[in-house]
């Protein structure tokens, strides 16, 4: 499917149900398919609502007397006037069969509180972060990379993405290539910012699965980088639920230690997201 953006904004759209309490009902601003399992969108942003960059919140549609509610990461920088979001979409899902039909001035329902684990307060600062995703879990990173904050507390950033097919990779690739111009931590990412990706379906330049690449080296081999270490390394970690577990077992079997907003440590992993 060709990519297509919708930018114009028509006058919002009265929602059919009443708003939720506890809920901000707010307009989509812009949608973007990449293939006909991905996309993604922007809404506004309510001036009371704060996140941090990582964070996930609730979010769902005014199409029913008690609205779906799921878990989203938020792909937008807490610095960002619009709130962005990276979504799969699902035939008979609960929530996407019909998330993934929106259009400009449509009302999206955003709970008031953000929440996460992968988030810069979750690990102690070191030389690389690693952010390893695979499918629509490049959300929370897509956040972090846009976020000064990151380039503060880590010397290089090393952003890993591996899907299905070429295509699913796009997202991650306009990101990153937009990157070099922003105005705003351009000049931070210049020279720190790595961008790896493989496939594990259709051919690419590099193939597997981001575990065997761990694994037999050539994750590190192709960064010139040494294998996962305490001293110098640490590690987020957001995908499908297999992936979560196979990478949380290797870091861990290099000695990282599990982070969280109270205790900070090496590595933490986003167990709200399945993507």
Same mark, same amino acid.
């Given at each position: ?72 990461? /938020? !792909?937008?920088? *807490? ?9 799969? =979409?699902?035939?008979?899902?609960? $929530? %996407? ?40 879990? /490049? !959300?929370?990173? *897509? ?9 503060? =507390?880590?010397?290089?950033?090393? $952003? %890993? ?61 192709? $960064? ?52």
């Amino acid at each position: 499917m060709d990519s297509a953006v919708l930018r114009e904004i028509p006058e919002e759209k009265t929602p059919e149900f009443p708003i939720p309490a506890g809920c901000h009902a707010e307009r989509v601003v812009s949608v973007k398919h990449y293939t006909d399992r991905l996309f993604s969108f922007r809404i506004t942003r309510p001036q009371s609502f704060r996140f941090r960059s990582g964070e996930f919140v609730m979010i769902g549609l005014p199409n029913a007397a008690k609205p779906v509610f799921r878990a989203y990461s /938020i !792909a937008s920088p *807490a610095w960002d006037d619009e709130i962005e979001f990276y979504s799969i =979409k699902v035939p008979d899902g609960p $929530l %996407t069969q019909h998330l993934q039909k929106i259009q400009p001035g449509d009302t999206v329902l955003l709970r008031q509180k953000s929440t996460g684990t992968l988030v810069n307060d979750a690990l102690t600062p070191a030389k690389n972060l690693y952010m390893i995703s695979t499918g629509t879990g /490049i !959300a929370p990173f *897509a956040s972090l990379i846009r976020e000064p904050e990151t380039y503060d =507390k880590f010397e290089r950033i090393i $952003l %890993t993405h591996t899907c299905r097919d070429v295509a699913e990779l796009e997202y991650g690739n306009e990101l990153v290539a937009a990157l070099k111009d922003d105005p705003l931590i351009g000049e931070l990412v210049e020279g720190r910012l790595v961008h790896f990706t493989s496939t594990t379906r259709e051919t690419s330049p590099v193939m597997g699965r981001i575990t065997a690449l761990i694994e037999n080296g050539e994750l590190f081999k192709a $960064l010139g980088t040494e294998p996962f270490n305490r001293e110098n390394d640490r590690v987020m970690i957001c995908g499908s639920m297999e992936m979560l577990k196979d990478v949380k077992a290797l870091v861990e079997k290099a000695g990282l230690k599990e982070g969280s907003n109270a205790e900070p440590a090496d590595f933490v992993v986003e167990r709200a997201f399945v993507g």
